[in-house]
């Protein structure tokens, strides 16, 4: 709720009110007065952001009937499961927008919204799944750290408990590489092989330079983002480069050098062309990441529609046993759409 002083100054404007929450550092709330634009943002962020977590089910779950042992296995179904379930929130947080699920998978499967780019690129030996875990987690959490201040309360929320499962995930990564690389020479030429393939794409998770992002200066100026796109990929280079240096690998960057002057390493530029191909759905997998959600979806329907038809029993047994008009009890979609949440995703983690 709106709680600012100013906010709650007899006769502030909506939009007074709003301003007034966000300088004052507080939460917009789902029944806040709230600009359309800013609005439209957050869904745009917010479902970007759950598509991600879904379709980036996939790279690392090609790899889960081929996991080397069963607590390689166990460990990956794990962290795939944390996934779906960051989705969930995200879905559910999306919504307190006045957006439905539905709506924003079929825009998804028709691309109409984007999800993160680095999901278009092949997972091909189980090394990835380290790398996925220690850079892609790793840039993850970079980005999405600040995101738990967003001035948005259930996207901020829901970024609480996605940020701590992240840096499981990220140290998950972390030790399935050290283990490779205090195994055979072939392990640790898989590992320097994978970091010289997910190095650049994870850089490109941050965004286009701040010169090219349309969107930075106002999400900043409502508090949804807390950093530019520059920042954050600066934060996490810093962050890696020790962590590459420990590991005993190579980043692919003959460029990078330490900026004393800047207490910050100097690195080189991704390929900015890459970028916006991948965003515009000519990465190497973006045709069979979008076809595989949207034949998850297709398959899932009988259960959403078995769900629905069983919330409606319950809602008419319900009202009839109050005594209440079953149908204008069951009108509310709130309870049915959360079911459908809920059985779509274990459809996809049972593929
Ligand atoms: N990929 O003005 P900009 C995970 C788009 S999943 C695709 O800078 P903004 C995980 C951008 O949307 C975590 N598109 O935009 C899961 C915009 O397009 P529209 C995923 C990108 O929003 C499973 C246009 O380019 N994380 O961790 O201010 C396994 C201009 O960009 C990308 C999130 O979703 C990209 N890389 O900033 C393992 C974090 N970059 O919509 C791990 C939340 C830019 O105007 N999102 N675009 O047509 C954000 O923080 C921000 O949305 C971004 C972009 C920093 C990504």
């Keep these: 709720m709106v709680t600012a002083e100013v906010a709650e100054r007899p006769g502030a404007s909506p939009e007074e009110a709003f301003e007034a929450v966000i300088a004052a550092e507080q939460r917009i709330e789902p029944r806040d007065w709230m600009p359309d634009a800013y609005r439209a943002t957050l869904v745009r962020q917010i479902a970007q952001h759950a598509h991600s977590e879904i379709i980036g089910m996939q790279p690392e779950g090609n790899w889960l009937t081929r996991a080397p042992s069963l ?116 392990q640790r030429r898989m590992v320097q092989d994978a970091v010289d393939r997910w190095w650049w794409p994870s850089l490109m998770m941050f965004g286009p330079s701040d010169a090219a992002s349309p969107n930075t200066a106002r999400s900043m100026g409502w508090r949804i983002k807390r950093h530019t796109n520059d920042e954050l990929r600066q934060r996490f280079v810093d962050m890696t480069v020790p962590q590459a240096e420990h590991l005993g690998v190579t980043l692919p960057d003959p460029g990078m050098s330490w900026n004393e002057e800047r207490g910050s390493w100097d690195f080189g530029e991704p390929d900015w062309s890459e970028l916006t191909r991948v965003i515009q759905g000519q990465g190497p997998c973006n045709a069979q990441r979008v076809e595989r959600r949207r034949a998850a979806h297709e398959d899932g329907g009988w259960v959403r529609e078995a769900a629905t038809a069983y919330a409606e029993k319950r809602r008419a047994e319900a009202g009839a046993s109050t005594g209440t008009d079953a149908g204008t009890a069951g009108t509310g979609t709130g309870a049915a759409t959360k079911t459908d949440a809920g059985t779509e995703t274990e459809q996809e983690n049972g593929k």
């Design 71 to 186: 607590r390689r296995k166990a460990i990956l179904l794990a962290k795939a499961q944390d996934e779906a379930g960051h989705g969930l929130y995200l879905y559910a947080a999306a919504e307190t927008l006045g957006v439905d699920r539905a709506e924003l998978t079929e825009k998804l499967i028709s691309g109409r919204q984007k999800y993160s780019s680095i999901f278009n690129y092949p997972t091909l030996t189980f090394a990835d799944v380290g790398v996925i875990g220690w850079l892609v987690d790793g840039a993850a959490i970079c980005n999405q750290v600040p995101l738990c201040r967003c001035s948005y309360g259930p996207y901020a929320r829901a970024m609480v408990r996605i940020c701590k499962e992240e840096s499981f995930h990220q140290r998950q990564g972390y030790e399935l590489l050290m283990t490779l690389m205090r195994g055979t020479e072939a």
